[in-house]
């Protein structure tokens, strides 16, 4: 069965520290993962991989994949409390289905 | 702007009646939609894969009897939770990957709630 583990669970830090977000798995047919923002609503999109060792980046955040240990990491760095959300790690199969982690709940105190 | 719509965005109902949740890809055609329910606090669980012009493939758990899903168009996919529940209380969300990009698209979502 396809399974995607996100740690922590759950983070509290203060606003400007640097935080990790990991993300394990075990798919079959795998073809990519994924990284969502969840605020009230919806996910929205934040990261694709599909390639391992190659970073990819968006200002504060960056996420790279490594696909001979089944994991990848999400960092954001001078975390602002705008960042405050859960953040959803999910790996899509080649029929597009996506299985979801349970989620990193990130709390940024000022 | 948003490429995936849901409509509504939150319902309410009384038990034993049925609600019909639809979603929409603007700006692209999507052969597949894939229908999601999240749980408060918990993350989203894959219902089923909805397919333009065939039935819908279940996940195991899923009663495709309550959730009846009509793929009709390239464009419009529609969950219908029939003789709903409390228990049906949910957040339903859709998605649509768009195929000339690398990324899959979610609806805004739609809150249930059955009284």
């Known amino acids: 069965e396809d399974k995607v583990v996100q740690s922590p669970l759950s983070l509290v830090v203060h606003e400007g520290d640097t935080v990790t977000l990991n993300c394990s798995y075990e798919?079959?047919?795998?073809?990519?993962l994924l990284w969502y923002k969840q605020e009230k609503k919806a996910p929205t999109f934040l990261f694709m991989l599909?390639?391992?060792?190659i970073e990819k980046k968006s200002g504060r955040l960056s996420s790279i994949l490594d696909k001979k240990e089944l994991f990848s990491i999400l960092n954001i760095t001078a975390t602002q409390t705008g960042d405050s959300a859960i953040y959803l790690c999910?790996?899509?199969?080649?029929?597009?289905?996506?299985?979801f982690g349970q989620g990193t709940r990130l709390t940024i105190n000022p | 702007g948003a490429v995936v719509s849901q409509h509504p965005s939150r319902v309410i109902c009384k038990s034993g009646t049925s609600v019909k949740i639809e979603c929409r890809s603007l700006?692209?055609?999507?052969?597949?939609m894939f229908w999601y329910r999240q749980f408060p606090k918990k993350s989203l669980m894959l219902m089923a894969t909805?397919?333009?012009?065939?039935?819908?493939?279940?996940e195991q758990g899923v009663e495709k009897d309550k959730f009846l899903i009509n793929h009709a168009s390239l464009t419009l996919s529609t969950l219908t939770v029939t003789s709903a529940h409390p228990e049906d209380s949910s957040f339903y969300i859709c998605?649509?990957?768009?195929?000339?990009?690398?990324?899959?698209?979610f609806g805004p979502g739609t809150r249930l709630t059955v009284t």
């Open positions: 798919v079959t047919n795998f073809r990519s």
């Open positions: 700006d692209f055609q999507a052969t597949t």
């Open positions: 999910a790996v899509e199969d080649w029929a597009q289905k996506l299985v």
């Open positions: 599909t390639s391992s060792g």
């Open positions: 998605s649509a990957r768009d195929p000339g990009r690398d990324e899959q698209y």
């Open positions: 909805s397919n333009e012009g065939s039935k819908a493939t279940y």
